[in-house]
């Protein structure tokens, strides 16, 4: 097990703090093993699952929709190069979606109503 990360380890190194790492765990979009003493270790690769987390997350997908996209990722061995092409090529019509939706806000609020809101439809 000494290739494992502990929590601390992994929130150290992800910026994420540990409640956040057991919601993800709890929602299946990182996994852990557990020591005998009932601790919590993760594989390395977790630290690239927890960046697209975050990242996707803050660009406003939903944890189901990157749940969905991480889901073509193996289980029981890490992660291979083709495999991370797989989830990008899975996230990046999502992104686009976003960014679309985003720009629709933007020209709508560059039409705003004199009275400062956005013109209703």
């Not at 976003?98 to 933007?106: Q, V």
Request: proline share 3%; aromatic share 4%; hydrophobic share 40%.
């Amino acid at each position: 097990m000494a290739s494992l990360l502990t929590i601390g380890e992994v929130s150290e190194r992800s910026g994420v703090a540990p409640s956040a790492l057991r919601f993800y765990e709890s929602r299946g979009l990182i996994s852990s093993v557990r020591t005998t003493g009932n601790q919590r270790r993760f594989r390395r690769d977790v630290l690239r699952r927890v960046a697209i987390i975050q990242a996707a997350n803050q660009v406003g997908l939903s944890l189901q929709e990157i749940g969905g996209c991480l889901a073509v990722l193996p289980v029981g061995r890490m992660a291979r190069a083709a495999d991370w092409v797989e989830v990008a090529e899975r996230l990046r019509p999502l992104v686009d979606r976003r960014l679309a939706d985003i720009e629709e806000l933007r020209r709508e609020l560059g039409g705003a109503s004199p009275g400062g809101g956005v013109a209703q439809r």
